[in-house]
């Protein structure tokens, strides 16, 4: 977590499991839009959950690079899923992905099935905020 956040627990709420319930944080917005699992030629090489989830998140960092910002600084995800059946049979796996390619878990994070992306073979689009301190 950067210096510039504090994580936000209600007193007596049990802890979440890989995400927050909230965070504050001052410095510079960046704000990432939905990145889904293509790569920089917007080629899917994989029809799979796990590899487009690695894929959108690695395309997630490199937009926040773009703004002098590290996953360190990510303070909220929106994932929009496909297939939440897929998703929670699959959490492990994701969540070895998410610890090498994002790594922290002090994010306030919602995850929503959708019965469609705009692109037909994307099985995941995940959203991200970021502040950077000042």
Not at 54 to 63: D, E, K, P
Request: include cysteine; aromatic fraction near 8%; proline fraction near 4%.
């Amino acid at each position: 977590m950067n210096q510039g956040m504090k994580v936000l627990q209600p007193p007596g709420w049990a802890a979440p499991r890989g995400y927050v319930n909230g965070v504050a944080a001052a410095g510079t917005q960046v704000f990432v839009a939905g990145q889904i699992g293509w790569n920089v030629a917007c080629v899917f090489e994989s029809d799979d959950l796990v590899a487009q989830v690695r894929q959108a998140l690695t395309n997630v960092v490199a937009v926040l690079a773009e703004a002098g910002a590290t996953p360190a600084h990510i303070t909220r995800m929106t994932w929009y899923l496909t297939d939440k059946h897929d998703y929670l049979a699959r959490t492990r796996e994701i969540g070895v992905v998410y610890r090498e390619t994002v790594g922290v878990y002090t994010v306030a994070m919602t995850a929503v099935q959708v019965s469609a992306l705009m692109e037909d073979r994307a099985k995941v689009e995940i959203e991200v905020t970021a502040v950077v301190p000042d």
